[in-house]
DNA sequence: CTTGACACCGAACAGGTGTTCGTGGTATAA
DNA sequence: TTATACCACGAACACCTGTTCGGTGTCAAG
């Protein structure tokens, strides 16, 4: 047996509430987004949607309702779009950062998931947070997020994580190598370049992605 | 802050009950399974869960409820954890944003995907792509992504766009509210402050998360 | 001792929510 | 015509649900 037009729509709401919001509609809310004044209408043909099999209900719950197949549809296509990024722990100026261990042991720390076409790399990839003003010259703010990936070397003009030797210090800047020294100059262009001898840089890491969160930052 | 005991017996609960029944389980529905008399306390416990990201609360919904993070991967889970912002178009110092329309017209353009754990608030989102370097003072880039949430006023130190009608200028500043006049802070601490007339400025929204792809920008 | 933060309890309130009932319109079949 | 599903509306009811408020006890800092 089909649907009416506006059991369609009641059930696409559903479908569409339920996944946006993380909870199913009340009666009401179904009828004031279908353009149903009556709640007893609502409920008459969610009954219907029952017997079709379409969904479930629980009597006497409030939002006691269920779309019952629509799993696997798109799910697999969003999920793949995934990627999972171990939050390694915090970046500072005076401590060397904390890199991902060659052995595959399962992470189970706390984890970043993106999208993947916020990302073009998706090997060695980890993140960290930002503890301190230090890298304001490369634009990264304390609290910051940095998704970084591991590497030992680094091309020019990338955005890289090096640990200075001598200075025993971490920063963040674009990398270029120049004839006998290396140059690392700050994403923010009104800053000047500092320059560095070969031997005392060690690339950590390429820097792939930045975000940062305002609300968490307290003024 | 760790979470005591019987918070993180409510947070087990509210998980599984999540899986189990498609739907978030109510104030009082908590404190039966998990042994508490009062909603009160089940209240003021879900508050704390909140302040510690481990779920998110809508006001005055009942099941508005929602566990968020890695945990929380039911099948449904995932997907519903992702949240969809329309990207709306540039954010560029000499020319207005565009904001969202009133209307509930679907959006149709590009959208940027992110999972619900980094963003705090859900409801008025959109994207801009910032375009040159006018905003650097604020620590963002050109190029970068800033999510933005619709909204006519803000608070004191919250991150806002602003367009100031006589430069004619959209800039994104801390909005600090004084006696006759409005402090715009750049986030980058060593620059001054700068002032301007509350009639002048005209608050379009405010940033809830900036993001910077590293790749794209060309060295 | 006093103060304040923290955790908890019980009660009450306003509004949300599923359910039910009476009513009416519109087809199709007898 | 009458009968019978089917679909819809509005109102009322009883219970559910989130919120708020006053109050209690504990514990560490002052």
Redesign the pocket.
């Given at each position: 047996m089909g649907l009416?037009e506006?059991q369609q729509r009641i059930y696409e709401f559903i479908t569409k509430f339920s996944r946006d919001k993380g909870r199913p509609p009340?009666?009401?809310?179904i009828g004031g987004h279908v353009g149903?004044?009556?709640?007893?209408?609502v409920?008459?043909?969610l009954n219907?949607l029952v017997r079709e099999g379409l969904i479930q209900?629980e009597?006497?719950?409030?939002?006691?309702?269920r779309v019952v197949g629509a799993q696997a549809r798109s799910l697999t296509g969003e999920l793949a779009n995934l990627v999972q990024i171990p939050l390694l722990g915090k970046i500072a100026a005076g401590h060397p950062i904390p890199v991902p261990e060659a052995g595959l042991a399962p992470y189970d720390g706390e984890t970043l998931s993106l999208t993947r076409d916020l990302i073009q790399e998706h090997e060695g990839l980890f993140a960290l947070q930002v503890k301190g003003n230090s890298m304001i010259d490369a634009l990264i703010n304390d609290g910051d997020i940095v998704v970084m990936k591991k590497q030992e070397t680094a091309l020019n003009g990338e955005m890289v994580a090096v640990w200075l030797k001598d200075e025993k210090e971490t920063t963040l800047k674009r990398i270029y190598r120049e004839k006998n020294r290396i140059r690392l100059q700050p994403m923010n262009p009104t800053m000047k370049p500092f320059f560095a001898d070969p031997r005392n840089v060690e690339v950590q890491g390429k820097v792939i992605l930045v975000v940062r969160q305002l609300q968490k930052t307290p003024a």
């Open positions: 009416s506006r009340t009666i009401r809310e149903i004044s009556s709640t007893s209408v409920n008459y043909n219907i209900r009597k006497e719950v409030s939002r006691g309702l």
